[in-house]
């Protein structure tokens, strides 16, 4: 907002000024502006833009002034370098706010989308109207539609991407705060009650999708307690949690479902899907070392059950719910403990359940 005004302001005082400052600098302002407006949505969004690339593409828009001031070309070359480098500005902070939509979803989002967009289409129309047609008529200083309209609309996108991004800010701190309420402090992952409400989401929004779940249990972990320490098991529940989440996509949920027990879901997947994942993550946590204290390090086993999602009519008579699938997955971790843990078994499908049920 200061770039914007104080560069205008530079501009319409011209005849009282030095052209360096009415001309050079009041330009250089107003390139200023849209590179700021990128990165503070960049960092509003934790989004990497390299400053190289936007030094590089003021420069672009400053190409064009610096030639008028130095070796005296056309004003023309200088308004068409500065709105179409603006309009090369304003589509990436577009694009920004356009990935992060999430954050925001709402009625505001949607304005300040439609301002930067129409900001950036009159940019891009005035440059060209400077390069191939009557550079005069869209000189700041013209008194014609062009340069009135652009005025106007430097003036609706300050105002509106200020307010737009305050309100994006609110909105981030609440997700955010809304996402830290539905994790476990300690590890992480989904709380129980996030991640069912999560799956039943599923299962209401897309109740033909074929998922798997994964039981997990850190085995025998009242000994390490024991043995450690309440803050060497806390160690050692981080660390499986880290493990697991490493070894998902992000679109699958992960929650902390007990003490020690821990449970994924796997979207769109099927019981080989769940059988790779339940064996590698057995297989991984039999590698790991976890430092307990000082001058102490121990190992951890991991036994796991998983189960696959009935979808199919004849099969199952509908799809599974996701507490079926969950009591599945369940029955299986059990099986694998009483075998002697550190493994992972297949729960039984669900039609053969359903068989044993009616004898």
Same mark, same amino acid.
Not at 261 to 284: G, P, Q, T
Not at 299 to 320: N, P, S, W
């Given at each position: ?24 600098l009041a330009n ?26 936007s030094a590089f ?257 004849? +099969?199952? &008579?509908?799809?599974?719910? =996701?507490? @079926?699938?969950?009591? #599945?997955?369940?029955? $299986? !971790?059990?099986?694998?403990? +009483?075998? &002697?843990?550190?493994?992972? =078994?297949? @729960?039984?499908?669900? #039609?053969?359940?359903? $068989? !044993?049920?009616?004898?």
């Amino acid at each position: 907002m200061g770039c914007i005004g104080f560069g205008f302001l530079l501009l319409f005082f011209r005849e009282k000024l030095p052209w360096v400052v009415s001309f050079l600098l009041a330009n250089g302002l107003i390139m200023g502006m849209p590179v700021l407006c990128l990165h503070a949505f960049s960092e509003l969004f934790a989004t990497t833009v390299s400053r190289k690339t936007s030094a590089f593409i003021w420069l672009l828009g400053m190409s064009g002034v610096l030639s008028t001031y130095f070796f005296d070309t056309p004003k023309q070359f200088a308004i068409c370098s500065i709105s179409w480098a603006i309009t090369l500005i304003l589509a990436k902070v577009y694009a920004v706010i356009q990935r992060n939509r999430r954050f925001c979803a709402t009625s505001m989002l949607a304005l300040v989308k439609l301002v930067i967009g129409g900001m950036a289409l009159a940019l891009l129309l005035r440059g060209a109207i400077s390069l191939f047609g009557d550079g005069a008529m869209v000189a700041p200083t013209a008194r014609s539609l062009p340069p009135i309209g652009a005025l106007f609309m430097f003036g609706l996108f300050v105002i509106v991407s200020s307010m737009g991004f305050f309100y994006m800010v609110h909105e981030r701190q609440r997700f955010e705060e809304l996402e830290s309420a539905r994790r476990d402090d300690l590890t992480g992952l989904l709380t129980r009650k996030a991640f069912f409400e999560m799956a039943l989401g599923i299962d209401l929004l897309v109740p033909a999708e074929a998922y798997a779940v994964v039981m997990i249990d850190i085995d025998r972990f009242k000994s390490i307690n024991d043995a450690f320490g309440h803050s060497g098991g806390d160690k050692i529940l981080a660390h499986a949690a880290r493990m697991m989440v490493n070894l998902i996509r992000i679109k699958d949920l992960a929650g902390r479902y007990g003490g020690d027990e821990f449970c994924i879901l796997l979207r769109e997947s099927s019981e080989a899907d769940a059988a790779i994942l339940a064996h590698r993550m057995v297989n991984e946590a039999m590698q790991q070392m976890v430092r307990v204290r000082d001058d102490q390090n121990s190992g951890f086993t991991l036994t796991a059950g998983y189960a696959a999602r009935c979808v199919g009519l004849d +099969r199952c &008579g509908g799809a599974e719910s =996701i507490n @079926a699938v969950l009591e #599945r997955a369940d029955q $299986a !971790l059990y099986l694998a403990k +009483r075998a &002697g843990r550190n493994q992972a =078994i297949a @729960a039984l499908p669900a #039609r053969e359940i359903a $068989a !044993l049920m009616g004898k």
